[in-house]
DNA sequence: GGCTGGCACTCGCACGGGCGGAGTGCCAAA
DNA sequence: TTTGGCACTCCGCCCGTGCGAGTGCCAGCC
């Protein structure tokens, strides 16, 4: 029917408005700003529809409309067109990448590129280390017992940890142990890593056996380990701009941030390749998050998944701008990311 | 004269009230609070002198006192005791810092100690780089001409640059590279790798020459440029909590932290060994923390500054817990990386 | 049947006056 | 120099009012 089409076109104009005023929208201020080619009474007929079937909600009796998640849904998934970035806006995320020199500096730029771009707070995930292979494998004598390990993967991920051994050991075996776990690793992943530890263990020379095993102990440990999974957040302080709406909301999802529940939402799904996720107000799982939207997407190579980044917001966001910003910057950090 | 004691002695007490209520403080609740001998009438005398003094101030006629930046800035200079830490909190710390498995580990457990703590913004800086020694270098070849740096200091940091060479490079010259960037700076301080690269470029075999001049530029390199030095923050969602005083004291503070120029300050002032330094509102230089305060101290081994940590909160703080919390947490985290 | 204009109704909010209370400053007396 | 008393000031709160925005409904029109 034309009704419906034409209800749609009220609830996007309603969602329009309300984003850029955040103020309720009435039947009145609708039928001025947008030309639907009705009168405001045969408006207000659509949105008593609409808030009938969930999509809108008067804050109290004789106010104007605002949005429910389930209306923000609506429009993200069916009346939002993805807006394309300016060519200045591509050329500025070029521009703030290009010149990064290690991984650490590239995540930071991102972070704060996307925290400017879409003016909310910005999370960034370091490349996952499951899905890394190695680059090389160093050892490092710190003390009698004690050795550095320290990982390098094909993302340029860094990691180190300090391993304990049950015996006092030489540089010549610090050297050997070095060699033998580098030809082992090099080029594998490291989900198979685990995989290849016993077979390691059972092949290496005898005296260095139970180095080997607690050297291997210690990588897969890294792997396992809760908080293997680093995080960068940027732009917190655009919260607050946002926050005029309810005091007592900011604190939440600081805290959120801060336990870094916010990533785990990110790497569930991450897998899908290149669409952009949103997760509007409720259907956020944590409830810190409840009236936030966390809009992200995976990052990286087209065959090769590395992490995921995003952003998180009020539930009243400008969807179409900001999806677009998540998906170039995605883009360009995987391209980035891939060549080095 | 007595006088001036009793003076200093309600001085006291309104900032311990105020600290501890918000509430601008009456010389009739002082009386009955704090047992100073005196009635309230005398009190009124002694606030007029005291605001007089600049010491204190009153929002608005006819209401109670409230302490200023120099009214703060006498309390921790004359009129406050350092309170120790309770067995428990002793206790905390270090249940809370034992089994961290490496250095940003420990950083990401202190920062959050910290500001668990005290229920303030903690920031924590990396050990910086220029009072740093190497423990060894690591190269490792990406692709043809690229090689990536792999710094580990003798803190337990590690930093990572790609070098670009002017040529392509083989394996073999790969390891003799590293072989004699190892031998040269192992054990050397970073501050004084700069003045050790002509030599080494003089000294190197021929062939090696540009090699060693391209990565050596970019070790030295990574220590000149800004942002060599990291910084850790936790606890921000505890700017809420206090920020019930004036809105829009937020959002200023939290874009200084993300700029970092907090760090700066925590720098300068680190030389100072093992003193806790406070910066009162206006004291701080940057304007955005105006209105705020920051509690740092140095940490590292009493003969060697490793780097700064503090926190930042409202100028009304309870200042002797808080500088307490700092010093202890320094302190413990001084020594957890001397050992290692 | 759907759209439109008109109209009465409902609230929230901003404005303004009145009140109470906390706190001060000053003064005279101890 | 301290103290109690007292008048004064001013903020914050409560409440009543008026206004305006917005709605829902209804009767008429296309």
Redesign the interface.
């Known amino acids: 029917m034309a009704h419906d089409e034409r209800r749609l076109q009220v609830l996007r104009a309603i969602v329009q408005d309300f984003v850029s005023t955040n103020d309720p929208v009435g039947s009145k201020a609708l039928a001025e700003r947008h030309d639907l080619g009705v009168s405001p009474a045969t408006i207000r007929n659509d949105m008593a529809v609409l808030e009938e079937q969930g999509y809108i909600a008067q804050p109290h009796t004789s106010a104007g409309r605002v949005p429910t998640d389930k209306g923000y849904r609506l429009f993200v998934d069916r009346l939002s067109a993805v807006k394309p970035l300016s060519g200045a806006e591509r050329k500025a995320i070029e521009k703030f990448l290009d010149g990064a ?5 590239v995540l930071g730029r991102t972070v704060r590129l996307l925290a400017q771009l879409t003016r909310q707070v910005a999370v960034v995930q370091y490349p996952t280390l499951s899905r890394s292979a190695v ?2 494998l ?1 050892v ?1 004598q ?1 003390a009698g017992s ?1 050795l ?1 390990l ?1 990982l ?1 993967t094909d993302t ?1 991920r ?5 391993v304990e051994c049950p015996v006092d050991v030489d540089a010549e075996c610090v050297a050997e142990l070095r060699a033998l776990l580098n030809s082992a690793f090099t080029g594998a992943k490291l989900a198979d890593a685990g995989g290849k530890v016993p077979d390691l263990v059972d092949t290496a020379p005898l005296h260095l056996r139970p180095l080997v095993a607690a050297v291997s102990a210690a990588l897969v440990e ?1 792997l396992v ?1 809760p ?1 293997e999974d680093r995080l960068v957040v ?4 655009n ?3 946002t926050a005029l709406d309810l ?2 909301t ?2 939440p999802i ?2 959120a941030l ?1 336990e870094q529940v916010v990533v785990l939402k990110l790497i569930s799904e991450v897998d899908t390749g290149g669409t952009v996720v949103v997760r509007i107000g409720e259907e956020n799982a944590h409830e810190a998050l409840t009236g936030a939207s966390v809009v992200s997407v995976g990052y990286g190579s087209p065959d090769r998944a590395l992490g995921g980044l995003g952003i998180v917001g009020p539930t009243r966001m400008d969807y179409p701008t900001n999806m677009a910003a998540v998906r170039a910057v995605a883009r360009y950090v995987g391209q980035l990311l891939a060549e ?1």
Not at 101 to 105: A, C, G, M, T, W
Not at 158 to 162: F, S, Y
């Open positions: 020199v290690d991984l650490h500096d680059r090389h160093e490092v710190v004690r550095l320290v390098i340029g860094v990691e180190q940890r300090v890294t380990e908080g940027g732009g917190t302080a919260l607050t701009r005091p007592g900011v604190r600081l805290e801060e080095s």
